[in-house]
């Protein structure tokens, strides 16, 4: 395919080295695409988390899991679209996306398994419809540049045992997150997190990791 707008020049030199061209080629024609089938839509709908990989202005990358209650991602009008909720601050992978919106995500079914991947280029959207997407801080909306399902053979298989007990929707008041009662952040947070770690108590970092050790985090 000498044409293709998939693989790159590193990319060649690679299926050169051990002779997979023809074989990468193929699967470029068969499965990458752009538009989301319905059976990806619906295993999008389904999933409770993620993997976000970004980059920053100086071409570094990070990966970010991303969780939530089932359907907090959606797929509306071919845009993929997700809420960020309450997290540490660091704004890591959204920070990025102000200087380089191209994303790559990663969805897994580990009982099936399955996995589909998603290449695309990103948007933050600071007025969300919290009918459609609740206790969303803001959403990040993503146009899909590649669209492929991998091959499922090296996922391990695991099994759901529970939901976090901080998952959105699960309470009717937000859980506050134990890290952030810790006695060495405490003048850092936020006017509503302070008020919270004065009803709920601060705590040493030896108890912050006992709590985590005893899955209590």
């Known amino acids: 395919m000498k044409n293709s707008k998939f693989y ?7 299926q050169d080295k051990f002779g997979t061209g023809a074989l990468a080629d193929k699967q ?5 695409h752009d538009v989301f089938t319905n059976a990806e839509i619906e295993f999008i709908s389904t999933r409770d988390m993620f993997f ?3 980059l920053n202005s100086r071409g570094e990358p990070t990966v970010s899991y991303k969780g939530g209650p089932v359907g907090f991602i959606k797929v509306i009008d071919n ?3 997700f809420s960020n909720y309450d997290g540490n601050g660091m704004f890591l992978s959204v920070g990025n996306l102000v200087k380089n ?13 399955r996995r589909l991947r998603v290449q695309g280029v990103a948007l933050i959207d600071e007025q969300p419809d919290l009918q459609i997407f609740p206790e969303a801080e803001f959403l990040i909306r993503i146009k899909p540049t590649d669209i492929w399902v991998n091959c499922p053979r090296y996922i391990h298989t695991y099994k759901k045992v529970s939901q976090s007990p901080y998952t959105p929707g699960r309470n009717s008041t937000p ?3 134990q890290w952030k009662r810790l006695d060495s952040v405490y003048e850092c947070l936020l006017p509503i997190d302070k008020k919270a770690v004065e009803n709920s108590g601060q705590i040493t970092l030896d108890q912050y990791n006992l709590m985590i050790s005893k899955n209590e985090g």
Do not use: M, N, Y
Not at 101 to 113: A, R, S, Y
């Open 8 to 14: 790159l020049p590193e990319h060649r030199a690679i």
């Open 175 to 177: 859980r506050l997150a």
């Open 28 to 32: 470029e024609e068969l499965i990458v």
């Open 101 to 113: 919106g191209k994303v790559g995500l990663l969805f897994i079914d580990f009982e099936t398994p």
């Open 79 to 81: 845009e993929l679209i």
């Open 52 to 54: 976000l990989s970004t």
